[in-house]
């Protein structure tokens, strides 16, 4: 009786699975059918899965100080990785219900052309998404400098590239523009960069104390680099004032005009401290006057 039982369950199951649901020339689509597209993209979205916990967790293990460059390279490399996971997919799919992918690109050529003609731009920005994503020109959490804004690249994708504002806004940029424009690209080769900071202070003023100071408010905020440890450049005898760099280096790019900003806040409260005198432009006017 248990048997038969069971056997009842299998076959009311295998009934269910067979319901049609849609009726074509080609082939019935029946619920087994739709619990097969379900089956199959569960499985490309757990190997991709899979895939990124494995190599995230090799890499935090081995790159050490590095790991954020390697993660970043490798979100590029897990953009490629799922296209070609999600075409092999549809691929499958459309083998397993009979449809012959040749067929369907060699009838649809000509339609392929007369799309392509119309819409250029956009199969130019898939073509520049593939290559920036395949040569690395821009990788997650990249700082980039656009017409003057800054901006850390939030998502590369096949079309476009989002980009996150030093104001919090988010800026939708077409892949094409990176092929085709100049950009600043901060971090492309060291996260470690280099920013100078001028200041002019009045002729007479000790130049050695200068440095002093200067130096002393670079090292004593916490997000300047100790290493490689910041400067003091005599730059030029101005106008009217003696004219100073303070070079220093940081990790935090996306920030660099709060970081300036505390500096020139700690150098203005230093130099009053200690009698620094920062100077203004002055003119000698002098008047003739006809007798």
């Known amino acids: 009786m248990d048997k038969t039982f069971i056997e009842n369950i299998v076959e009311a199951f295998y009934k269910v699975l067979d319901f049609t649901l849609i009726s074509t020339k080609q082939k019935e689509i029946n619920i087994g059918d739709i619990v097969v ?11 991709l899965m899979l895939f990124k916990v494995v190599v995230e967790r090799t890499i935090k293990r081995k790159w050490g100080k590095e790991t954020q460059n390697e993660l970043n390279r490798f979100y590029s490399l897990h953009q490629i ?29 000509a339609l392929l052309v007369g799309v392509g003609l119309g819409m250029q731009n956009l199969f130019n920005d898939f073509v ?13 959490n990249d700082i980039l400098e656009i017409d003057g804004v800054i901006g850390r690249v939030e998502r590369v994708g096949m079309r476009t590239t989002t980009v996150k504002t030093r104001e919090d806004k988010t800026m939708i940029i077409p892949n094409h523009y990176f092929m085709s424009e100049k950009l600043v690209n901060w ?12 200041v002019g202070v009045a002729y007479g003023t000790d130049t050695l104390l200068v440095k002093e100071l200067l130096i002393k408010v670079a090292e004593k905020h916490d997000k300047v680099l100790e290493n490689p ?6 730059q ?39 009698n620094v005198t920062i100077p203004f432009p002055q003119r000698d006017i002098h008047v003739i006057k006809n007798k």
């Open 37 to 47: 597209i379900f089956l199959y993209f569960f499985a490309a979205w757990f190997v």
């Open 81 to 109: 990785v799922k296209y070609f996971v999600y075409f092999f997919t549809i691929s499958s799919l459309l083998k397993y219900f009979g449809t012959d992918i040749t067929v369907i690109l060699a009838g649809s050529t």
């Open 128 to 140: 520049s998404g593939i290559l920036i994503l395949f040569d690395r020109t821009l990788l997650v």
């Open 187 to 198: 971090t492309q080769t060291e996260l470690d960069t280099r920013f100078n900071l001028s």
């Open 229 to 234: 440890n910041p400067q003091v450049f005599f």
């Open 236 to 274: 030029d005898f101005g106008e009217s004032s003696l004219n100073f760099d303070l070079v220093f280096y940081l990790d935090d790019v996306f920030r660099i005009q709060k970081i300036k900003s505390d500096l020139r806040f700690a150098i203005d409260e230093i130099f009053r401290e200690n």
